[in-house]
C-alpha cells in the first residue's frame, strides 16, 4: 500500500522520472495554509506584468519561449519578463516556468530566480542530475533546505532545449502540493519543448516476447537490482494467455544466499487493493450490491467526520481516491496495538474532505480498508469485520483463482519462501529494515496488508487480461463490473486516471492498467496492456525499489514495441540520486544526538490519537519509543533555529518531530495536512 507520499524532491518525479516514497512527515499535512516566510507574498515585481488570468479549465497554454504546457483548471496565470507563473487558489503557492539564456544550469538557475523572486531565500541543498527526457537535454535538479515550520517545499529543474533554458520552480506549501499533485502533475505531464512530439506506440501491434526480448527485460531488472543495492527482484511475465517468464535475481536476505525466486512470498502492499475491489466485481455480478449501493446501507456503522459527505459516499467512492479525504495515516502506523478493524473504522470518523466529490485526486488508505470490510460484512454479516473479509477474499479471489500462497497471515508467510524487507541506515548502506511497522496495516488490511508471489498475481493479471474468464475458459467474474474499476473516477495528470484500486495511463498512445505498492522495504507493481495481451509483475524486497518497478513499465513498452531507450539511463540516474539526496540528508545530521539538544527533551510525551513516546538513553543514542515500534533519532538545528529529531532506523528513515517551546513543552510532527503536537508529561 502506498503510505507514503513522494519527498519534496517532485520535478523529476513529474518530468518523467521516479521520486522516493518517504516517511518524510513534510510529503504527507495540514489544511491550514503554510506560515512560511514567502507564503502569500508576491513575487517581486520586477519586469512587465500581463493581466494575471484565471482559467476556469484546464488550458493549454505556452512559454514565453514557446514551450507546451497545461495551465490546470482554477490556477492563475501571470507572465512577467521570462517568467510565466501559476499560482494555485490557495495564495502562496506558486510553480513559475521561466525561458532564459545561461551558460550553464547553475546560471540558468539564478537568472530564473531573479525574474521569479529576486533571489533564493533558502539554502541549497543538494543537486543532482537527470538522464534527457521528452526533448531536454541537460537536466539538473536544485534541492532547497526549508525550514519545518514553514512547511513549504522548494526545488528548481534546469533543462535545455532549441537553444534556451526552460527552469521550472516548484514553491509550494506542502498541504497544498499533496491535495493538488494530480494538477501539479498535469503542468508537468506536457511540458514539452517548442516543435517536440513524445514518441508514441498508438497503432502498434506488440512483438513477441521471445527469448532475446524477455532477455532483454531480465538483464534491465537484474541490472537494476545492482545499481540500486535492492537485495531481491522477482518478475513474471505473460503474453497471449501464456507465462513466458518467471524468475528471480538476488537473494532474500543480504548477508545470506538463499535466492529470490517466483514462489518467494512479498508484501504487495497496495496492490491489494485491487485485489479488494474485484471481491467488489464479484459481489456486482452476484447482484448483492451495485458500484452506486450507499455505504450506509450496507454498513450502518459506517461513519466519516463530515456527514454531508458520509451520506454521499457509494460503494465505488471508497476506492476512487475521489471523495475529497486527504492522507491520514499516522493514527494507523503509529498507534495499531490492539487495534481491531471495528476500532480502526472508527478512525475515519474524525477524517474531513479538503475537496469536492470528483474534484482532486485525494488517496486515503482508510477509506480503502473500508471498502474491503464492506464487502466482507455483506457476504458475512455475522462475523467480525476482519474475519469476514479474510473469509471473502479467500472464496470469492484467491481460491478460484489459484492464488494459493496468497495470504493475510503474517505468520504462515515469514514461516516460509519470502523476502525479508530492506533499506538503507542513516549512512546510505542497505540494511534489514524495521519490519514492525508493516503490522501497523492488518486492521486496514484490505489496502496493503497481501502477501503473494509471482507465480500467484500472474493468475490475477491473466485473469485481468481475459477480462474475467479464467484459463480453462470458464466465467469467474462478468466482464462489465471487472472493467468498471479501471474507468476513470478522477484525474491523476493529462495522460493518467485512477479508477477503482487501479490507474490508467496513456502517456505513450497505449493503455497501460497498474497499481503500484510499498511498504517498509517492499515495492512492488503489476502491470498489464489490455490492448495488447501483454502482463507482468515486478517485486522487490528493499529501498529504492521503486525506482525499479517504475522504470520497467517503460522498460517493457520499449521492449515490445522497439521504442526509444529510455528506462536504462532514468533507473541509472534515480538510484545516482537516491543516494545523493541519502548523502545530502545526513550532512545535515547530528548523530548521536548531541546534550545541547538532548538535554531538553522530556521523559514521555503524549497525543490523544497517536499515543505515547517514551525519550531513552541507549549508550550514546537517543530512542524515541512509540510502543509498537522504536528508533533512534538524529537531531537537526534548521535554518530558522528550531531543531528537529529525526527517526533514523532502517526503513523508517525520517519521521520528524520539531521542538516547539511556546505554549508549552512539545514536539510536533506533520504530514502534508495534519498537523500532531505530542506534549511533555
Known amino acids: ?121 533558502w539554502p541549497l541543498k543538494v543537486a543532482t542530475d537527470a538522464p534527457d527526457k521528452d526533448g531536454w537535454s541537460k537536466r539538473r535538479q536544485f534541492a532547497y533546505q526549508t525550514s519545518p515550520n514553514e512547511r513549504r517545499d522548494v526545488v528548481s529543474l534546469a533543462q535545455h532545449a532549441n537553444g534556451q533554458w526552460t527552469v521550472v520552480i516548484y514553491d509550494m506549501a506542502q498541504d497544498v502540493g499533496e491535495k493538488r499533485g494530480a494538477q501539479v502533475g498535469l503542468i508537468f505531464d506536457r511540458l514539452l519543448p517548442r516543435g517536440y512530439t513524445r514518441e508514441t506506440f498508438a497503432g502498434r501491434t506488440a512483438l513477441q516476447l521471445d527469448t532475446n526480448r524477455i532477455r ?86 459506517f461513519k466519516l467526520g463530515d456527514a454531508e459527505t458520509t451520506r454521499q459516499v457509494l460503494v465505488k467512492h471508497l476506492i476512487c481516491a475521489c471523495t475529497g479525504l486527504p492522507r491520514q495515516d499516522f493514527e494507523w502506523l503509529f498507534e495499531y496495538g490492539g487495534m481491531t478493524p471495528e476500532r480502526a473504522m472508527t478512525t475515519l470518523g474524525t477524517m474531513q474532505p479538503t475537496s469536492k466529490f470528483g474534484e482532486m485526486f485525494q488517496y486515503s488508505n482508510p477509506l480503502a480498508g473500508a471498502a474491503g470490510f464492506v464487502g466482507g460484512h455483506v457476504l458475512f454479516p ?84 481475459a477480462r474475467g474468464a479464467l484459463p ?4 469467474y467474474v462478468g466482464e462489465r463490473p471487472l472493467l468498471e474499476r479501471r474507468a ?34 517492499y515495492h512492488s507493481d503489476m502491470i498489464w496492456l489490455p490492448d495488447h495481451n501483454v502482463g507482468a509483475v515486478v517485486l522487490t524486497n528493499g529501498d529504492p525499489g521503486w525506482l525499479i518497478r517504475s522504470a520497467f513499465r517503460r522498460k517493457l513498452l520499449e521492449v515490445i514495441f522497439d521504442g526509444r531507450p529510455e528506462a536504462d539511463a532514468d533507473l541509472a540516474a534515480g538510484a545516482k540520486t537516491f543516494s545523493t539526496q541519502l548523502a545530502a540528508e545526513r550532512k545535515l545530521l547530528t548523530i548521536p544526538v548531541p546534550a545541547e539538544h538532548s538535554g531538553g527533551l522530556a521523559t514521555r510525551y503524549s497525543h490523544p490519537a497517536l499515543g505515547d513516546i517514551v525519550v531513552a538513553r541507549q549508550g550514546a543514542a537517543t530512542v524515541f519509543d512509540f510502543g509498537e515500534w522504536k528508533s533512534a533519532v538524529a537531531s537537526r538545528k534548521n535554518p530558522d533555529g528550531s531543531v528537529s529529531f529525526l527517526t533514523i532506523a532502517p526503513g523508517i528513515f525520517g519521521f520528524e518531530f520539531v521542538v516547539a517551546t511556546s505554549p508549552t513543552r512539545s514536539l510536533i510532527l506533520r504530514d502534508a495536512q495534519h498537523e500532531y503536537r505530542f506534549e511533555a508529561r
Do not use: C
Open 1 to 121: 500500500m502506498q503510505t507514503f507520499a513522494a519527498i519534496p524532491i517532485v520535478l523529476l518525479s513529474l518530468a518523467g522520472s521516479t521520486s522516493q516514497p518517504s516517511l518524510r512527515p513534510g510529503g504527507l499535512s495540514h489544511i491550514d495554509r503554510a506560515k512560511g516566510r514567502d507564503a502569500g507574498r508576491p513575487p517581486s515585481q520586477a519586469g512587465a506584468a500581463t493581466p494575471s488570468e484565471r482559467v476556469t479549465a484546464d488550458t493549454p497554454k505556452t512559454t514565453t519561449g514557446g514551450n507546451g504546457f497545461i495551465a490546470p483548471a482554477g490556477w492563475t496565470v501571470t507572465v512577467r519578463g521570462s517568467a510565466t507563473i501559476l499560482e494555485a487558489p490557495e495564495a502562496g503557492s506558486r510553480i513559475a516556468l521561466v525561458d532564459v539564456q545561461a551558460a550553464d544550469a547553475p546560471a540558468a538557475v539564478a537568472a530564473a530566480w531573479a525574474a521569479y523572486k529576486s533571489e533564493t531565500r
Open 216 to 301: 532483454a527485460l531480465a538483464a534491465f531488472v537484474e541490472a537494476g537490482h545492482k545499481v540500486t543495492g535492492v537485495p531481491g527482484v522477482s518478475i513474471g511475465l505473460v503474453q497471449d494467455g501464456k507465462v513466458v517468464f518467471t524468475g528471480g535475481f538476488g537473494v532474500r536476505q543480504l548477508g545470506a544466499s538463499t535466492p529470490v525466486d517466483a514462489d518467494t512470498l512479498y508484501m504487495i502492499a497496495s496492490n491489494t487493493k485491487a485485489l479488494t475491489t474485484l471481491l467488489l466485481a464479484r459481489l456486482v455480478d452476484q447482484k448483492k450490491l451495485t458500484w452506486d449501493t450507499p455505504v450506509t446501507s450496507l454498513l450502518p456503522s
Open 382 to 465: 455475522d462475523l467480525e469485520l476482519g474475519t469476514a473479509y479474510d473469509r471473502a477474499m479467500q472464496q470469492q479471489v484467491f481460491t478460484p483463482l489459484g492464488m494459493t500462497s496468497t495470504t493475510f497471515d503474517y505468520a504462515r508467510a515469514l514461516a516460509g519462501n519470502h523476502a525479508t524487507a530492506h533499506s538503507r541506515d542513516a549512512d546510505g548502506r542497505p540494511a534489514v529494515a524495521v519490519m514492525d511497522v508493516n503490522y501497523s496495516i492488518i486492521p486496514f488490511r484490505p489496502a496493503g496488508a497481501a502477501w503473494s508471489n509471482v507465480t500467484d498475481m500472474l493468475q490475477y493479471v491473466q485473469m485481468e487480461l
Open 472 to 475: 480453462d475458459g470458464a466465467r
Open 488 to 521: 476513470p473516477q478522477v484525474p491523476t495528470g493529462k495522460d493518467s486516471t485512477y479508477g477503482m484500486g487501479l490507474s490508467v495511463d496513456t502517456t505513450y498512445g497505449v493503455p497501460v492498467v497498474h497499481h503500484g505498492g510499498d511498504m517498509i522495504g
